[in-house]
């Protein structure tokens, strides 16, 4: 039983890439009519996913793993408007409320192995 | 679909009507702006009315429902194939001695927008913005009753 | 200090296991001591019931161990999917440990009657 260690840090690394890409987006959207900015997004899940599938025989590592870090990448392929700004209120809304599910999704996870993990620690009692 | 999109991708059908809806309304706006347009800046005629085509947004690569034999392709949302001029209804011409671009007969050439139309068009096209922000709300409330499940 | 909480969480871990293996050792040589005299009783072994279930505890808390990184990757589909998972880990965790005080429970009165 993992009680601690590489699922509680991949947990709380899954959340803190959540947090970083919520600020990222809510920059994105305070830009949205600055001329020449491109949006930003924060890749996390598909470079883990990646290093998921580079491994040897499909797995990985937990060091690995671990060691994999959230990135702010700019996207330059969404197509901008005539003031250069590639911002879209609509692509926004959509990331934020994605991603906050996927916060929320994470966190239920982290309340629901704690509560297990006080639960086995009290031994049922 | 990659990695993470399935568990999203009835919101993300939402998320493509509403930039395409986007789309539309902007067009639609562009159109109404230039109903009394006679002269381009190039010197070329009235102006002509846009048009917006929407087409199926199909997923990107066959996953296991897309290739099941006999079955469509999967679509996952909607897309503006193009937005081009109107051809077929015709430019209207009035009778206006005193405009600038009236010819020798004293008749002007106007844009072939009918502005009552485009704002019936504006109107659509606002209730299908609106749609699709409550499916997108749908979704949003139907995954936290569900994570709910596990309290 | 993420990093202290994850290792004081191996500690406590590792402080539960050894914990239980204890238990589990000490059950076993006192079932294996009482056996002779109960040939002729119903045969109730404590000593394997009592592993196998704390193994479907561990087993049950692994099922949720990978579920982050399954929604991560993309192999959970649907969010009732993780909220099944997650109920039924836990339903399974509360259950197995029930099984396994009552288990205790038992063993204990029957010590306790007479050897």
């Known amino acids: ?125 | 679909m990659s990695s993470i999109e399935k568990l999203f991708s009835g919101m993300r059908a939402s998320a493509s009507g509403l930039s395409a809806e986007r789309v539309r309304i902007d067009v639609i706006a562009r159109n109404i702006a230039n109903a009394s347009v006679t002269k381009m800046a190039d010197g070329s005629g009235p102006y002509r009315r846009q048009v917006v085509h929407f087409a199926p947004m199909l997923a990107k690569q066959a996953d296991g429902l897309a290739t099941q034999s006999g079955s469509a392709p999967l679509s996952v949302g909607v897309r503006v194939s193009g937005v081009s001029d109107d051809v077929s209804s015709p430019f209207e011409r009035i009778r206006d001695p005193g405009h600038p671009d009236a010819d020798a007969d004293g008749m002007v050439t106007m844009p072939n927008v009918n502005t009552t139309r485009e704002m019936a068009d504006m109107i659509t096209a606002m209730r299908a913005y609106e749609a699709n922000i409550g499916a997108q709300d749908t979704f949003v409330r139907m995954a936290e009753r569900a994570l709910r499940l596990a309290q | ?115």
């Open chain 1, 1 to 125: 039983m993992d009680l601690g260690g590489v699922q509680h840090d991949l947990l709380m690394k899954l959340l803190s890439a959540s947090s970083l890409r919520a600020r990222v987006i809510a920059n994105n959207i305070s830009n949205q009519n600055v001329p020449g900015f491109k949006r930003q997004v924060v890749r996390f899940e598909e470079l883990l996913g990646a290093e998921l599938s580079s491994g040897a025989d499909g797995t990985s590592g937990s060091d690995k793993l671990l060691a994999v870090e959230p990135r702010i990448d700019t996207d330059r392929l969404t197509t901008a408007g005539q003031d250069g700004n590639n911002v879209s209120m609509e692509l926004e809304r959509n990331a934020m409320v994605e991603n906050r599910l996927l916060y929320d999704t994470y966190a239920q996870i982290l309340q629901t192995r704690t509560d297990m993990m006080r639960l086995a620690i009290q031994e049922g009692r």
């Open chain 3, 1 to 115: 200090m993420v990093d202290r909480i994850g290792s004081q969480t191996s500690l406590a871990q590792a402080a539960i296991e050894a914990a239980l293996k204890r238990q589990s050792a000490a059950l076993e040589r006192l079932s294996q001591a009482a056996s002779p005299a109960s040939e002729s009783a119903p045969a109730v072994d404590f000593s394997s019931a009592l592993k196998s279930g704390i193994s479907e505890i561990d087993a049950q808390v692994k099922r949720a161990d990978t579920l982050a990184l399954d929604v991560a990757t993309g192999k959970v589909t649907d969010f009732h999917e993780v909220a099944a998972a997650l109920k039924q880990s836990d339903l399974s965790l509360r259950f197995a440990l029930e099984v396994r005080n009552k288990f205790i429970d038992a063993y204990r009165e029957v010590m306790r009657m007479g050897v």
